[in-house]
């Protein structure tokens, strides 16, 4: 399990959430997910090359939007350069499941599914489907992190590390998530993890 908080205002990027080889990390979290272990990294380069080892050594990562933020973000890759599959070829060898492609893809396939802004963030599908939620809000980040609160920044982090294990944990068991459309609750059938 995976999670990446940005010490970078990206409001002020160029080419905004694009620029994902720009971003610096604030805090990335790893959980192995057998054991519960969980290891903490920032953008020292030595810390950045540790993160990246552990990844690249994982027989699976899982994120919620990790493929089209953390992962980028890690490797220093321009998101559109990821999502195209035009980076460097071989940078990322282990395989990646990415719960908010899965659940955004069943969500597609719903005839009842009317997209809305942040109806598939992680802190609303976990509070309804697992009861509990995110610590605070990604917006708060930036702040937290220049008034140097990093304990704080750290728990953040790990604690989305954590709900994204149980999420993951009821999709493997279930086969099922619930959602927020309009004002009625539709549960999808959410596919199985394959290699991206």
Not at 97 to 104: E, G, Y
Not at 147 to 171: G, P, Q, S
Request: charged share 30%; aromatic share 6%.
């Amino acid at each position: 399990m995976l999670d990446v908080e940005v010490a970078t205002d990206i409001e002020r990027l160029p080419n905004g959430w694009d620029d994902t080889h720009k971003m610096e990390i604030a805090v990335a979290a790893v959980m192995d997910a057998r054991t519960g272990r969980l290891d903490l990294y920032d953008n020292d380069t030595r810390s950045r090359r540790s993160l990246l080892d552990r990844i690249q050594k994982a027989d699976r990562i899982t994120t919620y939007n990790g493929w089209q933020f953390d992962l980028p973000v890690i490797l220093g890759v321009k998101r559109k350069s990821w999502l195209s599959g035009r980076m460097v070829p071989g940078r990322l060898k282990t395989r990646s499941d990415d719960l908010f492609k899965r659940i955004k893809a069943a969500a597609q396939h719903d005839e009842e599914f009317i997209p809305r802004k942040n109806q598939l963030d992680l802190g609303s599908v976990c509070r309804l489907n697992l009861g509990t939620t995110k610590t605070g809000n990604g917006r708060e980040v930036i702040g937290i992190y220049r008034e140097r609160r990093f304990a704080e920044l750290a728990n953040y982090c790990m604690n989305d590390v954590r709900i994204t294990k149980a999420l993951c944990d009821h999709i493997d068991r279930t086969g099922r998530i619930g959602i927020t459309n309009k004002n009625k609750t539709l549960v999808l059938t959410v596919g199985q993890w394959d290699d991206n």
